[in-house]
T-cell receptor, first 113, second 115 residues
């Protein structure tokens, strides 16, 4: 049973457009929600993260929106650039669970110039 | 500062053979994690070391997998004997020992193919 569900599996966006990736979780014990970015041949790298006591966090062109009641969170990439083409993973972590990450299935984003 | 390194980057073995993957965490990181991504699915947790002790091995699929962390430094993950379903990318991550939500830094992964 997948505890974090991520959609879409892939998306194509034009340069300058907005990329939106959605995740939903089931375990209410999760209390930290990071997003990881992975380029081919590299490991996942932390992009941005949010705690459930805030509804939105923005870092540059990347924004996380968090809806605690719906148990959903999303990543918005504004003004998407070809260099943003990568696989994005949402994840969740619960302090009581010893900091292990539970990942979504990943979204492959392609930004066309 | 060097990042997390993993060796080998790729391994192709036959079913029934043994393979050992190695991970060198960032210096000073007491926490070391192993994860696996199989066939484009989600990255799944395997186990967590704190120094040389196994803190959580709830994600280990079965007793064909053996993880060790000698002296609390590098870690090895041995698969013996390997089965077809073990194919995937094995990631190692490490994090700082202090409390709180410390970022996990991932290595580039080892792509294992079992034929």
């Amino acid at each position: 049973q997948q505890q974090v569900k991520q959609s879409p599996q892939s998306l194509i966006v034009q340069k300058g457009g907005i990329s939106i990736i959605n995740c939903a979780y089931e375990n209410t014990a999760f209390d930290y929600f990071p997003w990881y970015q992975q380029f081919p041949g590299k490991g996942p790298a932390l992009l941005i993260a949010i705690r459930p006591d805030v509804s939105e966090k923005k870092e540059g062109r990347f924004t996380i929106s968090f809806n605690k009641s719906a148990k959903q969170f999303s990543l918005h990439i504004m003004d998407s650039q070809p260099g943003d083409s990568a696989t994005y993973f949402c994840a969740a972590r619960g302090w009581a669970a010893g900091n292990k990450l539970t990942f979504g299935g990943g979204t492959r984003v392609l930004v066309k110039p | 500062e060097a990042g997390v390194t993993q060796f080998p980057s790729h391994s192709v073995i036959e079913k029934g053979q043994t393979v050992t993957l190695r991970c060198d965490p960032i210096s000073g990181h007491d926490n070391l994690y192993w994860y696996r991504r199989v066939m484009g699915k989600e990255i799944k947790f395997l186990l967590h070391f704190v120094k040389e002790s196994k803190q959580d091995e709830s994600g280990m699929p079965n007793n064909r997998f053996l993880a060790e962390r000698t002296g609390g430094t590098y870690s090895t993950l041995k698969v013996q004997p390997a089965e077809l379903e073990d194919s995937g990318v094995y990631f190692c991550a490490s994090s700082h020992p202090s409390g709180g939500y410390n970022e996990q830094f991932f290595g580039p992964g080892t792509r294992l193919t079992v034929l």
